[in-house]
Each structure stands twice: as C-alpha cells, then as structure tokens.
Nanobody, 123 residues
Framework: QVQLVESGGGLVQAGGSLRLSCAASERTFSTYTMAWFRQAAGKEREFVAAISRGGTVTDYSDSVKGRFTISRDNAKNTLYLQMNSLKSEDTAVYYC????????????????WGQGTQVTVSS
C-alpha cells in the first residue's frame, strides 16, 4: 500500500505561481508512473500531467501545457507540480496519483490516490 500526501495548495492571484508536492510512503515510489489530476467543484476529475518512472517522459493536458511542469525526485520519494501563470479555471482540488505504467496514468487507471490539496485562483 502506497500512501501519498499532497501539500502546497492555497490561495493565489491570477497570474501567480504555486508548487505542489506529493510525498510517497514507500521506497517503491520509483517503480510507479506518477501523475496529477484535478477536480473542480461540480465537475469530473481530469488528468493534468504524468511523468515516467525515471522522469524522462512527461505528458500534459492541453489546458496546462506550457504553464505547468511535473517533476519527481526518486531519492526523496517526492512528486512535484510547478504551476505558473495560474488562471481562475485552474481552481480545483489537485490529486497525486500512482499508476503501474505510463498509459495507465494518462487514462486514469490509478492504483493509489492522495487525499488532495485545494488550489484556489482569484481573478
């Protein structure tokens, strides 16, 4: 069982930046593709970004491409999401997720979810 704990959410003005972190409980962190998803109020959860086990391959949703950067530090069992040029439509609960393979992460076939962290962007 992998436990994932997100942090770094908060309130930020439009155009600002935030960095989310996700700490994993297991040394097996490096064996998982990791991803970020988000869910806005009244909407379905949606894919944001994914990163391969070694960190060499990434993928982003069109809505965040060029503004968000996903990264990982396997030595620290930690996943990151750097969010720049934030918009009001980025307001959501952001979830960290672990998947067995890359295409599973992108398609939402997730083994483990974090509890989520709220990001609110004021316009």
């Amino acid at each position: 069982q992998v436990q994932l704990v997100e942090s770094g959410g908060g309130l930020v003005q439009a155009g600002g930046s935030l960095r989310l972190s996700c700490a994993a409980s297991e040394r097996t962190f490096s064996t998982y593709t990791m991803a970020w998803f988000r869910q806005a109020a009244g909407k379905e959860r949606e894919f944001v970004a994914a990163i391969s086990r070694g960190g060499t391959v990434t993928d982003y949703s069109d809505s965040v491409k060029g503004r968000f950067t996903i990264s990982r530090d396997n030595a620290k069992n930690t996943l990151y999401l750097q969010m720049n040029s934030l918009k009001s439509e980025d307001t959501a609960v952001y979830y960290c997720a672990a998947a067995p393979i890359f295409r599973a992460a992108v398609s939402g076939r997730i083994d483990y979810w974090g509890q989520g962290t709220q990001v609110t962007v004021s316009s």
